[in-house]
């Protein structure tokens, strides 16, 4: 079982960046795929990007060339890098942490709490 803590998030006026943490407890983090989702409100929750434990990245086309996911096996750490943040990107943003690449919601088994990214025009 894993479980994951976030951090991070805040209020950034559009074209700002910032970065949000997701910290693993237990030893068995690096074995899986790690997923980024985000929920805005009144819409559905999307998947903005993945990570696999080696390390290849995955994104959601509204975020490509823009967020930056990585990992720290060593740290049981996943982070999510946002830059040239839009008000669009304003949502509830969650870790997650599952067996397999996927974008969908229902297959992550463990999920983070969630944090507020606010983006101001």
């Known amino acids: 079982q894993v479980q994951l803590v976030q951090s991070g998030g805040g209020l950034v006026q559009a074209g700002g960046s910032l970065r949000l943490s997701c910290a693993a407890s237990?030893?068995?983090?690096?074995?899986?795929?790690m997923g980024w989702f985000r929920q805005g409100p009144g819409r559905e929750r999307e998947f903005v990007g993945g990570?696999?434990?080696?390390?290849?990245?995955y994104y959601a086309d509204s975020v490509k060339g823009r967020f930056t996911i990585s990992r720290d096996n060593a740290e049981n750490t996943l982070y999510l890098q946002m830059n040239s943040l839009k008000p669009e990107d304003t949502a509830v943003y969650y870790c997650?942490?599952?067996?397999?690449?996927?974008?969908?919601?229902?297959?992550?088994?463990?999920w983070g709490q969630g944090t507020q990214v606010t983006v101001s025009s």
């Open positions: 237990g030893r068995t983090f690096s074995t899986y795929y």
């Open positions: 990570i696999r434990p080696a390390g290849i990245t």
């Open positions: 997650a942490a599952g067996w397999t690449p996927t974008a969908t919601p229902r297959d992550y088994a463990y």
